[in-house]
């Protein structure tokens, strides 16, 4: 805990409340395709369109609100944000009870958070940076990764439980729940924030929908990083939809066989989100950066090997382990230098571009792949994405970037 007092009570508000919506995030993992196969009867193309459809969409609808969140304070945004999220949610129970729920509500849902996850994100990382010196940052991240990957462990078995013994959308409940904490965690923060100003004109342009993209595009080691990321969670993503496939059907897994294939194994993400800032400090950020986003794609293409059985489990675990070992190193560092490399000015936009990017390339990889295992099976599939996913190395910065000026570049660069 010497770290987190070291950052400040602020900072200590702000992590409590990353830890609870994240914990009720896990506890609720699958509650939807749960609900819409055991409450609504959907068949396998519904539940497909909660994961694709719902996330592109509201990938699309975040767009927008980018640029807008880029001049408003971020604290009133983090905590609207988790309101609206908590009150999105809170209709599925109700509607259940009222005997009316439908897929469409589901789907609408769906969008309305994941459109709500995005703005928060960029506003998250706005706040991070006032509440935190620069190097302090990786502390936070590693932090913040370090949580994450412990309530990976603990929340879907939790999660799991209370279904069994409260029903089908006990999980949604205190996911909403969690969000309505987060709010009061992030409003107990306190402390003054100064309002952005515009650099032109009040009202949105229209080219401030497309800014952060063209900022991460200009900048040269923003863009490699920007493509590895998005085209890794995409592939690793599809691969897992079909693993799923594959140990749940052909191979005969039970359940609670392949949720512990993957809860297990996080235990390893948890270990590299510690390790990551004394490897920083002995190597340095970017060869921390290349090696470890390097060698977390080597290990996808090992699930085309897996068999039934206990060696079947094991593999499973193994391979799952050395990834998201080396993806708790890499994550939080490239969280760090992502903030180090964005001029101050433009971060909402940036990552609000960045998270909008990967969650529309994980539903569109994830959509073609579903369609290359229904030709291929889902073993040539898994095989093919794990083959594609060691080229992922050649994306990333080749060279440590120069120190960032502030001001920030004009917007003609781009």
Known sequence: ?????????????????????ALGTWLAFGAFPLIAVQVLHAGPAEV???????????????????????????RPVLIG???????????????????????????????????ADITF???????????????????????FESTSWTTTIIGPPLGGAAIGLLGPVATVVADAVS???????????????????????????????????????????????????????????AADALLAVLML????????QYGLAFAAPSVGGLLGSRLARPLVT?????RVLVVSGALRALWLVGLAFVGPGTGGLLLVMGVELGLIFCCGVFNPVCATYRLDRTATGRIARTLSAWTVTTKASTALLTAVWGVLGGLLG???AIGLAGVLLLATPLLLPRRAAAPLAEPEPAPSRA
């Not at 497909?48 to 971020?74: N, Q």
């Not at 209709?91 to 849902?109: C, E, H, N, R």
């Not at 059907?249 to 359940?255: A, S, V």
Request: hydrophobic fraction near 50%; glycine fraction near 10%.
């Open 179 to 237: 969000y309505l904490l987060s709010a009061l965690g992030i409003r107990a923060t306190g402390g003054g924030e100064p309002r952005p100003e515009r650099r032109e004109a009040a009202r949105m342009r229209a080219g401030d929908l497309l800014d952060g993209w063209r900022y991460i595009l200009a900048d040269a080691t923003l863009r490699p990083l920007f493509f590895n990321t998005a085209v890794f969670n995409g592939l690793v993503m």
């Open 282 to 286: 002995r190597f340095g950020q970017h």
């Open 1 to 21: 805990m010497r770290d987190g007092h070291r950052l400040g009570r602020r900072f200590g508000w702000l992590w409590a409340a990353y830890g609870t919506s």
């Open 249 to 256: 059907g052909r191979l005969g897994f039970e359940p609670w």
């Open 121 to 143: 994100r960029a506003a998250s990382g706005a706040y991070l940076k006032t509440l935190v010196p620069a190097e302090h940052l990786l502390v936070a991240n590693a932090r």
């Open 81 to 115: 944000t988790d309101l609206v999220r908590c009150a999105a949610l809170l209709t599925i129970p109700a509607a259940f009870a009222l005997g009316v729920l439908s897929f469409v509500q589901l789907l609408l849902v769906s969008v309305v958070v994941a459109a």
């Open 378 to 380: 889902p073993r040539t």
């Open 48 to 74: 497909a369109a909660l994961s694709s459809v719902g996330a592109a969409v509201g990938a699309a609808v975040a767009v927008p609100l980018g640029p807008w969140v880029e001049f408003r304070r971020k």
